[in-house]
């Protein structure tokens, strides 16, 4: 289980559903990579990050994958620690070859036109292949009418909405027209509330950036 070393922009062609990207911390959980956690600390959730060619479509001035961007040419990584890419059928054994002690899958979208599809697809497979719990980190940019309903029947039992930004203006200047970006704030309240009625309550989040 070898990881694809996507040190610039031309080995990106890796793509989801085939490929995803794990943080450092999940590639030295699932032995992918060599490494110790600071007091023997364990990770407990998997994430997964959809990838494309092109990269994520969004231009938030705080997020990574923006930055990476114009990085990537440089030899830059996503955001502090390396997210490399691995075969997807590869992941999902090794989560089920795992202890216990991993208990969670959480499947990271980009603002991808492909990232639902894919989404729906590589949660399917966790679900089937690692009877592990799986949450969604969604990008409400580009999600359409019912596909809420069908993350949950994929396996999906977790929603979290990103939104960031704690005001609409800090939004509009970080993540939306400020940045020519294509996100608004009112169509991520409006997904996190469906999602309560879809998800439950406590089943559906937001992230908040504080600082």
Same mark, same amino acid.
């Given at each position: 289980?070898?990881?694809?070393?996507?040190?610039?922009?031309?080995?990106?062609?890796? &793509?989801?559903?085939?490929?995803?990207r794990?943080?450092?911390? !999940?590639?030295?959980?699932?032995?992918?990579?060599?490494?110790?956690?600071?007091? +023997?600390? #364990?990770?407990?959730?998997? +994430?997964?990050?959809? @990838?494309y060619?092109?990269? =994520?479509?969004?231009?938030?001035?705080?997020?990574?994958?923006?930055?990476?961007?114009?990085?990537?040419?440089d030899?830059?990584?996503?955001? #502090?620690?390396?997210?490399?890419?691995?075969?997807?059928?590869? %992941?999902?054994?090794?989560?089920?070859?795992?202890?216990?002690?991993?208990?969670?899958?959480?499947?990271?979208?980009?603002?991808?036109?492909?990232?639902?599809?894919?989404? $729906?697809?590589? =949660?399917?497979?966790?679900?089937?292949?690692? &009877?592990?719990?799986?949450? $969604?980190?969604?990008?409400?940019?580009?999600?359409?009418?019912?596909d809420l309903?069908?993350?949950? /029947?994929?396996g !999906? /039992?977790?929603?979290? *909405?990103?939104? /960031?930004?704690? @005001?609409?203006?800090?939004? /509009?200047?970080?993540?939306?027209?400020? %940045?020519?970006g294509?996100?608004?704030?009112?169509?991520?309240?409006?997904?996190?509330?469906?999602? $309560?009625? *879809?998800?439950? #309550?406590?089943?559906s989040? *937001?992230?908040?950036?504080?600082?």
């Amino acid at each position: 289980m070898n990881a694809v070393q996507p040190e610039s922009l031309d080995s990106h062609y890796y &793509q989801s559903p085939e490929y995803v990207r794990l943080s450092l911390a !999940a590639a030295m959980t699932l032995k992918f990579t060599g490494g110790w956690f600071y007091r +023997n600390a #364990r990770l407990g959730c998997i +994430n997964l990050l959809l @990838t494309y060619p092109d990269g =994520c479509r969004a231009s938030c001035s705080f997020c990574g994958l923006a930055a990476e961007k114009n990085l990537a040419r440089d030899g830059g990584s996503f955001i #502090r620690v390396p997210w490399k890419t691995f075969r997807t059928d590869e %992941v999902i054994e090794a989560i089920n070859h795992t202890s216990d002690r991993v208990s969670r899958v959480c499947i990271s979208m980009v603002t991808h036109s492909r990232s639902v599809k894919d989404t $729906l697809s590589i =949660c399917e497979k966790v679900v089937s292949g690692t &009877q592990k719990m799986v949450s $969604l980190l969604i990008s409400p940019t580009v999600m359409k009418k019912n596909d809420l309903k069908r993350m949950k /029947d994929a396996g !999906a /039992d977790r929603i979290g *909405v990103a939104i /960031d930004c704690a @005001t609409e203006s800090l939004f /509009d200047k970080l993540r939306g027209k400020g %940045v020519g970006g294509p996100h608004r704030w009112d169509t991520y309240w409006r997904i996190y509330e469906e999602s $309560l009625n *879809v998800f439950g #309550r406590g089943k559906s989040g *937001v992230h908040l950036i504080c600082g």
